[in-house]
């Protein structure tokens, strides 16, 4: 997504710090708007944006989503201009089962990032939770092209034109760090696609991969460990 690192096609939150510089002077630019000249008292002991959006990470990571999401509520409800950038806020959203508030974020950060696969996947994964498999094939969200790999594939695969073994086969391609968070992401979303079909063990199988053998250290590999957490499914064989 909007964090995406194009050297290891992870959603690392590369971009986090020209987010929050973003997010800075949108606050700034809004209390100017106010009058302030200089924070008052009452307002400067209020946390910043910074300080919302790491609360709101923190707790997400701490298997705490529906806190989480209440915090990027805030702080999307105090810095206009920032809820389309706020594809975290609807990781937070679908795992605090606030499915339709997941689809429409996911939606509205279609408009500032069309191009991301994993945009689409998650919005398939919050529709598929309110109205089905079949109705989240039908209003997939169009997208641009994404290079990285297997993202194709997951594409295809939530489209219904491929196989999971298909995923798999493309994930397979390379070597290792690479390969290692191409399968990353693979069983991930193999994990999040079998969940949304019903299936729990195959969403088991997928997910623990992703979380152990397969972990990588970004925003995305910690996604697999948190939802393995949420689920009680132990992880073994860590790769980090």
């Given at each position: 997504?909007?964090?995406?690192?194009?050297?290891?096609?992870?959603?690392?939150?590369?971009?986090?710090?020209?987010?929050?510089?973003?997010?800075?002077?949108?606050?700034?630019?809004?209390?100017?708007?106010?009058?302030?000249?200089?924070?008052?008292?009452?307002?400067?002991?209020?946390?910043?944006?910074?300080?919302?959006?790491?609360?709101?990470?923190?707790?997400?990571?701490?298997?705490?989503?529906?806190?989480?999401?209440?915090?990027?509520?805030?702080?999307?409800?105090?810095?206009?201009?920032?809820?389309?950038?706020?594809?975290?806020?609807?990781?937070?959203?679908?795992?605090?089962?606030?499915?339709?508030?997941?689809?429409?974020?996911?939606?509205?950060?279609?408009?500032?990032n069309p191009n991301d696969v994993e945009n689409p996947a998650w919005h398939f994964l919050?529709?598929?939770?309110?109205?089905?498999?079949?109705?989240?094939?039908?209003?997939?969200?169009?997208?641009?092209?994404?290079?990285?790999?297997?993202?194709?594939?997951?594409?295809?695969?939530?489209?219904?034109?491929?196989?999971?073994?298909?995923?798999?086969?493309?994930?397979?391609?390379?070597?290792?760090?690479?390969?290692?968070?191409?399968?990353?992401?693979?069983?991930?979303?193999?994990?999040?696609?079998?969940?949304?079909?019903?299936?729990?063990?195959?969403?088991?199988?997928?997910?623990?991969?992703?979380?152990?053998?397969?972990?990588?250290?970004h925003y995305m590999g910690k996604v697999a460990v948190t939802h393995a957490k949420l689920?009680?499914?132990?992880?073994?064989?860590?790769?980090?």
């Open positions: 997504m909007a964090g995406s690192d194009s050297s290891t096609g992870s959603r690392s939150m590369s971009s986090e710090p020209n987010f929050m510089t973003r997010l800075f002077v949108q606050w700034c630019c809004l209390l100017a708007a106010w009058g302030f000249a200089a924070l008052p008292s009452s307002l400067a002991a209020e946390p910043t944006p910074q300080e919302v959006f790491g609360e709101a990470v923190r707790l997400f990571f701490d298997a705490k989503p529906v806190e989480s999401a209440r915090n990027f509520d805030q702080l999307a409800l105090s810095v206009p201009g920032a809820e389309p950038e706020l594809w975290q806020r609807g990781l937070a959203l679908y795992y605090a089962e606030r499915f339709d508030d997941g689809r429409k974020q996911f939606e509205l950060h279609r408009t500032v919050c529709v598929a939770k309110l109205e089905g498999l079949e109705a989240a094939r039908g209003k997939l969200l169009p997208v641009g092209k994404d290079p990285r790999v297997p993202m194709k594939e997951i594409l295809d695969l939530y489209a219904g034109r491929c196989e999971p073994a298909a995923v798999l086969a493309a994930a397979e391609k390379g070597e290792g760090e690479i390969k290692r968070n191409q399968l990353c992401y693979a069983h991930l979303y193999l994990g999040l696609y079998y969940e949304a079909a019903g299936d729990a063990l195959k969403a088991r199988e997928h997910v623990t991969q992703a979380a152990g053998p397969f972990r990588m250290d689920r009680g499914w132990p992880v073994e064989n860590a790769g980090q």
